[in-house]
């Protein structure tokens, strides 16, 4: 088994833990005000940055199950159900039996859901402006590297 750490890990640090200076809190509290900007933002009140995600995946992917769904978004499967069930109510999805396994539902995209995503892009560009607050254009660049070179790591965490 490999050696998860390295020699430049702090593991063994004795300096007191500041939960405030960790990767995980730092990451919650920028999704925290990615999140606050995107409900304040939004052309349409009504709609999550979550619910946002899942229609561009549909919009990309094209008609999809869930359990491909979760793969697109990376939201786990109760959320996701849950996600689905609100596009339904707004008629921005819909459902529809897989025809190679009736167990399975495929979520299509609707015309009102592609018109509200077509709405949305200009909003969704400026609340990712917005996220990146006061950051020049290299920092930019550095922050989007790093959180893919987190994401795309071979470590096996995900």
């Known amino acids: 088994m490999p050696n998860k750490t390295s020699p430049s890990s702090p593991l063994h640090d004795t300096a007191p833990y500041d939960v405030t200076e960790q990767v995980g809190h730092l990451l919650r509290k920028a999704y925290q005000r990615h999140t606050a900007i ?10 999550t940055s979550i619910q946002f995600v899942t229609l561009c995946a549909l919009r990309d992917h094209g008609p999809s199950s869930q359990a491909e769904l979760i793969k697109a978004t990376a ?3 109760a959320t996701i159900r849950g996600i ?8 921005l999805v819909q459902l529809s039996p897989d025809p190679g396994d009736r167990r399975k539902v495929i ?21 990712s402006e917005l996220s990146m607050g006061s950051l020049n254009a290299a920092e930019r660049v550095a ?16």
């Open 143 to 158: 922050i989007l590297y790093l959180l893919r070179k987190m994401i795309d790591s071979d470590d096996g965490a995900a």
């Open 75 to 77: 939201v786990d499967q």
């Open 84 to 91: 689905v069930e609100r596009l339904k109510a707004r008629e």
């Open 38 to 47: 995107f409900q304040q933002q939004a052309c349409d009140p009504q709609l």
């Open 107 to 127: 979520v299509t995209l609707t015309d009102s859901g592609a018109a509200l995503l077509d709405a949305m892009i200009p909003c969704a560009r400026q609340i």
